[in-house]
């Protein structure tokens, strides 16, 4: 497997945030910090959309 960097793991998490076998697929799990970054940055984005996306919407809806 070629290496992958880590702006090609981000832009293949953000299409694939529904699929975690496929984006597990293209992690190189042998490298532990760029793991828990990359699940770090899964989890903000998951959060961070999931949560304040109703607010935001109602915010733009009042203005």
């Known amino acids: 497997m070629e ?5 090609q793991k981000y832009t293949i998490l953000f299409y694939c945030k529904n699929n975690f076998d496929l984006v597990f697929l293209f992690l ?3 490298s532990f910090e760029m793991l828990k970054l990359f699940l770090w940055k899964y989890l903000y984005y ?3 959309y999931n949560y304040f996306a ?3 919407s109602s915010f733009y809806a009042l203005i």
């Open 54 to 56: 109703d607010v935001f």
């Open 3 to 7: 290496h992958i960097s880590y702006q």
């Open 46 to 48: 998951v959060v961070f």
């Open 28 to 30: 190189d799990l042998d």
